[in-house]
């Protein structure tokens, strides 16, 4: 039986705890000039001495669990990670961010968790070739901070380190409290996407910045192909739905990549290229065999994928023709991406093929319509807590390890579908001010 009540007790509540108390303390202790002032006069409370005081810790961490203290470690070294969030709250509210910060606070996570790996994967409770993986790319990354020039953590790197954290905790968890059936067979997916993204995190350090937004739309564009490749050879559909989810998530940054660091004069008709094939073929094809009658499937997957190359031409034209540059805060019809999702999902979880025609046809008219929806990175996303948004995009990727693991992928999947269905139907209770794309 799972120890559910103790979980609750020994670990939930009290690192629930530690988090209160720290984030009351960061929002009471810097709300005014007079305070940040005295917080920037001692040196201990500067962000590059707490970082250092982490330098440590992940080694007796170790010691810890070494010793048969399993409960302390756990808590020790999650105290610990807290303090990751509170020098980064003292660097930005008491302006105390420096070069030098950039490079020993991305160091000290790495010190904290490293001997935790290393030492899990001594024990076989971590695959070891994967662990020396992640080390492997881990370690070239923070060695590039000598000669690179933006020497801060970018977006893989900080997703990086919070997978490590939930990994870890899941490991934690099984090493207490013995085999968990639903928590165990996440650990080899998770180890697998903190592998990936510190791949990421030291690619996209090495190259140039104007290339960030160009390779997130080539490996959005890997993917569509992949996807296609998946249907193609008859596999199960949700496989080239994942490879569209993960289309998605690349996409969300590209724009923004090319906003901050710039791109090349082709890079438009690249993000325009991905975005059509994983949105438009992948699951074009994908509503194509969701049909026992083939002209229906044809029919519907045609008018699907014409909708969305319709939409990304419109796009363009109306954009360069106002003079837009950069990008925009709202759309002029369903976004692709979210019209992916939606007609996606839909095919793979209603059992009824009228309905899910039904939805396709409905996905495809919002889509070439005039309908405005908000752009869910630029007028959205920023409205939602940063602790929110961490949270919840680590459950979302347990989650969707976890259906990786046991082939099961039914509570992702109804997360997505719910959630964009609540985008689909915003317009209806929400007013549109300004010009859309």
């Not at 040196?43 to 080694?59: Q, T």
């Not at 989810?245 to 590209?254: T, V």
């Not at 979880?349 to 009228?354: E, W």
Request: proline share 6%; aromatic share 14%.
């Amino acid at each position: 039986m799972i120890p559910y009540s103790a979980i609750l007790t020994e670990i939930a509540i009290p690192v629930f705890i530690m988090l209160a108390l720290e984030r009351f303390a960061v929002y009471f202790f810097l709300r005014t000039p007079r305070q940040v002032a005295w917080v920037r006069r001692h040196r201990w409370l500067h962000p590059n001495a707490i970082s250092r005081a982490r330098y440590p810790m992940g080694f007796v961490s170790a010691i810890l669990l070494h010793l048969g203290y399993p409960q302390w470690c756990f808590l020790f070294f999650t105290f610990w990670m807290i303090t990751d969030i509170t020098d980064g709250d003292i660097a930005r509210k008491c302006d105390l961010n420096t070069e030098e910060g950039a490079t020993i606070d991305p160091l000290s996570d790495k010190l904290m968790y490293a001997p935790m790996l290393v030492y899990l994967a001594w024990r076989g409770a971590l695959n070891p070739m994967l662990v020396f993986v992640f080390l492997a790319f881990d370690i070239t990354g923070q060695a590039s901070r000598r000669f690179i020039k933006v020497k801060a953590a970018n977006l893989f790197g900080k997703a990086k380190t919070f997978m490590v954290v939930v990994l870890l905790i899941v490991v934690g968890l099984e090493w207490i409290y013995g085999p968990l059936p639903i928590l165990g067979r996440s650990i080899y997916p998770l180890m697998a996407i903190c592998a990936g993204l510190a791949f990421c995190s030291t690619f996209f350090k090495v190259i140039p910045n104007y290339w960030y937004a160009n390779i997130l739309s080539i490996l959005n564009l890997v993917c569509g192909l992949a996807g296609c490749w998946v249907v193609l050879s008859g596999k199960p559909a949700v496989y080239a739905l994942g490879l569209v989810f993960l289309g998605q998530f690349l996409d969300l940054f590209d724009g923004r990549a090319a906003e901050r660091w710039g791109s090349t004069p082709r890079g438009e008709i690249f993000d325009d290229v991905a975005d059509g094939t994983s949105f438009g073929l992948t699951v074009g094809l994908i509503v194509v065999v969701s049909f026992t009658k083939l002209w229906l499937g044809l029919l519907l997957g045609g008018f699907y994928l014409f909708a969305v190359i319709y939409r990304l031409i419109r796009f363009v034209v109306e954009k360069r023709r106002k003079g837009v540059a950069g990008g925009v805060a709202s759309f002029a019809g369903l976004p692709s991406p979210a019209g992916a999702l939606m007609a996606g999902t839909a095919c793979v979880l209603v059992p009824s093929q009228p309905v899910v025609g039904v939805i396709v046809a409905i996905t495809s008219l919002l889509m070439i319509s005039r309908v405005p929806y908000p752009h869910f990175g630029r007028a959205i996303l920023p409205r939602v807590p940063k602790i929110v948004r961490v949270l919840v995009l680590g459950a979302f990727l347990f989650l969707l390890a976890l259906g990786v693991r046991r082939d099961q992928y039914l509570i992702p999947l109804l997360i997505a579908f719910a959630a964009d269905t609540i985008y689909l139907v915003s317009p209806l209770f929400r007013r549109q001010s300004g010009n859309a794309d």
